[in-house]
Each structure stands twice: as structure tokens, then as C-alpha cells.
């Protein structure tokens, strides 16, 4: 039987996907990560172990695959 989403009730699947993993004020991209995924809404899934293998990648000094620039940006209420 197929996992379904806790939200929409959507199909869950397992797929290799890419998090922004934010631990503080630090923000690290964990690629390659495998979760369960809504192919509905697409609401990620982790396994407990994943996760905590997200953590411990995030607060490690080890050196990055790669390195990406982004831009931060405000966001100013409409009027």
C-alpha cells in the first residue's frame, strides 16, 4: 500500500530531493537526501535517521561539494 500525504491525502513516493536546510543562522543545500514526497502537494517526508544525518551535516565544518551566492531581500507589505 502507497504512504498518502498527511495533508491532502496525495500519493506519497520515495524520491531523491535537494533541502535548504536552515540550523540557525546558517543556511546549507543538502542535495541528494531521500524522502517521501506528495506528488499532490509536494510535502516532504524524512525519516527520523535522515534527518538527524541532515543535523549533523548542517553543524559540521566539513568542506562543501560546492558553493552558491544568493540574494536576501526584504519583503515590503502591499498596500
Same mark, same amino acid.
Given at each position: 500500500?502507497?504512504?498518502? $500525504?498527511?495533508? !491532502?491525502?496525495?500519493?506519497?513516493? &520515495?524520491?531523491? =530531493?535537494?533541502?535548504?536546510?536552515?540550523?540557525?543562522?546558517?543556511?546549507?543545500?543538502?542535495?541528494?537526501?531521500?524522502?517521501?514526497? $506528495?506528488?499532490? !502537494?509536494?510535502?516532504?517526508?524524512? &525519516?527520523?535517521? =535522515?534527518?538527524?544525518?541532515?543535523?549533523?551535516?548542517?553543524?559540521?565544518?566539513?568542506?562543501?561539494?560546492?558553493?552558491?551566492?544568493?540574494?536576501?531581500?526584504?519583503?515590503?507589505?502591499?498596500?
Amino acid at each position: 500500500m502507497t504512504p498518502e $500525504c498527511y495533508f !491532502c491525502k496525495g500519493r506519497v513516493v &520515495q524520491e531523491k =530531493v535537494t533541502v535548504d536546510f536552515r540550523w540557525g543562522q546558517k543556511l546549507k543545500v543538502i542535495e541528494d537526501v531521500p524522502a517521501g514526497v $506528495c506528488q499532490q !502537494c509536494g510535502e516532504k517526508y524524512f &525519516q527520523s535517521t =535522515v534527518y538527524k544525518a541532515m543535523e549533523k551535516l548542517a553543524t559540521s565544518r566539513a568542506k562543501p561539494a560546492a558553493r552558491v551566492t544568493i540574494d536576501v531581500v526584504h519583503f515590503k507589505e502591499v498596500a
